[in-house]
């Protein structure tokens, strides 16, 4: 059973930038495609960033392409998501999530929503101001 543990979130000002992390315990991430997803207030769970599992293929959100860059350290078991030029727009809680052993992304699950993703950590809040 994989256990996965967001950090790194914070209160920032517009155009700072900052960087999750994601841990995972309980097993390797090496076989695993991962995601970050975003709920902002009042507002449905959205795709942010993901990486395969093989290959390290990246997948963005529109919202945040050419901003936000997602990567994984294998051996350290943590998958990152490096925000630059932060909005206020960005303000959310931010989702780290584990597709099950060898599955690729699911590129079209803009939610999170598809099944494909079989763990979840808890979140961690960004909160941007103007």
């Known amino acids: 059973q994989m256990q996965l543990a967001e950090s790194g979130g914070g209160s920032v000002q517009a155009g700072d930038s900052l960087r999750l992390s994601c841990t995972a315990s309980?097993?390797?991430?090496?076989?695993?495609?991962m995601g970050w997803f975003r709920q902002p207030p009042g507002k449905e769970r959205e795709f942010v960033a993901a990486?395969?599992?093989?290959?390290?293929?990246?997948f963005y959100g529109d919202p945040v392409k050419g901003r936000f860059t997602i990567s994984r350290d294998n051996d350290k078991n943590t998958v990152y998501l490096q925000m630059n030029s932060l909005k206020p727009d960005d303000t959310a809680v931010y989702y780290c999530?584990?597709?099950?052993?060898?599955?690729?992304?699911?590129?079209?699950?803009?939610?999170?929503?598809?099944?494909?993703?079989?763990?979840w950590g808890q979140g961690t809040q960004v909160t941007v101001s103007s």
């Open positions: 990486i395969s599992w093989i290959g390290g293929v990246t």
């Open positions: 309980g097993q390797t991430i090496l076989r695993n495609s």
């Open positions: 999530a584990a597709v099950r052993d060898y599955g690729p992304v699911p590129e079209n699950d803009r939610t999170g929503a598809s099944g494909a993703y079989d763990y």
